[in-house]
């Protein structure tokens, strides 16, 4: 008896082993966990949001290659980034991880007029699409307060932005938020995105530090390939308290929810 139960005991051992093997080997090659800190991707992206990380959606890069064998330069591509994915990326020299919407491909022309994105000289269309309401309170373990259009506003009250429904030349569409028009990135120089760097930026435009602020100035400025993780497809589930696993505070309408 007491052999047999010594040998459950290995056997278990050995299930879990594999298991935690199995889930490592899965977790590098194919999906990377992403917890959403920030209000940048508002309301794509909500503070809280825990969400995976397509790593097989373009190929491996320098930062996502788990083999000594892939290249440590350049990136293999087994898709191309599409204008409109919204992406996890290596920022080029603050070397943290963050997310925005791919909106330059190499070569384009990108310039910011009044709010309004141009992309090779074509507009983006925007067109109203309601208004975001949030409630004006500290927000996940940071602790920061939403920016509104309609502040100044109290704690406890009802925190605005503007949503449009911007569609991308290609016609690829998905919303944003509009806090004012008359702010610091609202109209930009004209960007010519190099070869092999991407130009992204913020869902929540007038919240958002990304391509439009230069890297010297602790932006984002242009992404090389190699620093592209992987793309969003999918919010897993969403946490709108200070901690991931505080269940009680889970959004129920975000469990399993496709990104646009």
């Known amino acids: 008896m007491a052999e047999k139960k010594e040998d459950g005991i290995v056997e278990t051992i050995k299930t879990v082993f594999w298991a935690l093997v199995i889930a490592g080997i899965f977790r590098t090659l194919f999906f990377q966990p992403f917890w959403i800190p920030s209000s ?61 919407r791919l909106i330059g491909l190499p070569g384009d022309k990108v310039q910011v007029k009044n709010g309004v994105v141009y992309i090779n000289g074509e507009a983006a269309r925007q067109e109203p699409a309601g208004v ?10 940071e602790g920061r307060y939403p920016r509104c259009s309609n502040g100044p506003v109290g704690e406890g009250g009802a925190c605005e932005k503007q949503r449009l429904r911007e569609t991308l030349p290609g016609g690829v569409t998905h919303d944003i938020l509009n806090i004012t028009d008359r702010g610091d990135l609202d109209n930009t120089a004209v960007f010519t995105v190099p070869e092999g760097h991407y130009f992204f930026m913020g869902d929540n435009r007038d919240n958002s530090t990304d391509s439009r602020v230069a890297q010297s100035a602790s932006g984002v400025g242009f992404v090389p390939a190699e620093n592209l993780l992987g793309r969003v497809d999918r919010v897993m589930f969403s946490s709108a308290g200070r901690r991931l696993l505080y269940f009680w505070t889970w959004r129920s309408d975000r469990f399993f929810k496709a990104i646009e």
């Open 40 to 100: 940048s991707m508002k309301d794509t992206l909500l503070i809280g949001d825990f969400l995976f990380v397509n790593k097989m959606a373009y190929g491996y890069s320098r930062y996502s290659c788990p083999f000594s064998a892939c290249p440590i330069s350049g990136r293999l591509f087994f898709s191309e980034p599409e204008r409109g994915d919204v992406i996890v990326f290596r920022h080029p020299t603050l070397g943290t991880d963050y997310v925005k």
């Open 132 to 141: 975001f309401v949030e409630t004006m309170e500290r927000q996940g373990a």
